[in-house]
T-cell receptor, first 113, second 118 residues
């Protein structure tokens, strides 16, 4: 069974740029949730994708957007990057629209200069 | 809205000893799920243990067990026979019952850094 994978591992961008982060869900899972983890904090829920549609959103602005593909992999896009977007971005996959246990990937460390 | 509080930022334990990590939460829901996740320096969040609020019996997973006090809204993690590999950040998390979409989001505490002394 393949676990959750994310790419890239690290990324450095400058303020105002756009970034795309990728997540491959665990085999058999149809739901991907994205979280932002600032340094020294617990993860904060960004949004969830289920069967290619956004299925719930946390308190993040519209410049945070996403996609889910037919194979249930997902992308997180952030436009107009701000310094405060520097964080570890985690994706978690699960079945049953998140009602089941969520399993996390290793994360992408984004640094905005 | 639900909140999760981990008031101890750091703890230390001697190898082979037992340590307890504290967590409290606030909710108006009667049924929910609670989790402890471990995040080692590799950054990957690993599920340690899960507790369903409707179950009175405390969950156990090998050396890990919880003390779930529903009335007190307390959910502590006990690690027995601590090993060097247990050193990590530990997060307590809450999830609503039967939730889907945003209702299935995990609400995390700020975490506690556990160090293990050889």
């Amino acid at each position: 069974e393949t676990g959750v994978t994310q790419s890239p591992t690290h990324l450095i961008k400058t303020r105002g740029q756009q970034v795309t982060l990728r997540c491959s869900s665990q085999s058999g899972h149809n739901t991907v949730s994205w979280y932002q983890q600032a340094l020294g904090q617990g993860p904060q829920f960004i949004f969830q994708y289920y069967r290619e549609e956004e299925n719930g959103r946390g308190n993040f602005p519209p410049r945070f957007s996403g996609l889910q593909f037919p194979n249930y992999s997902s992308e997180l896009n952030v436009n107009a990057l701000e310094l405060d977007d520097s964080a570890l971005y985690l994706c978690a996959s699960s079945s049953d629209r998140g009602a089941d246990t969520q399993y996390f990937g290793p994360g992408t460390r984004l640094t905005v200069l | 809205a639900q909140t999760v509080t981990q008031s101890q930022p750091e703890m230390s334990v001697q190898e082979a000893e037992t340590v307890t990590l504290s967590c409290t939460y606030d909710t108006s829901e009667s049924d929910y799920y609670l989790f402890w996740y471990k995040q080692p320096p590799s950054r990957q969040m690993i599920l340690v243990i899960r507790q369903e609020a409707y179950k009175q019996q405390n969950a156990t997973e090998n050396r890990f067990s919880v003390n779930f006090q529903k009335a007190a809204k307390s959910f502590s993690l006990k690690i027995s026979d601590s090993q060097l590999g247990d050193a990590a950040m530990y997060f307590c998390a809450y999830r609503s019952p039967g939730g889907a979409g945003a209702n299935s989001k995990l609400t995390f505490g700020k975490g506690i850094t556990l160090s293990v002394r050889p």
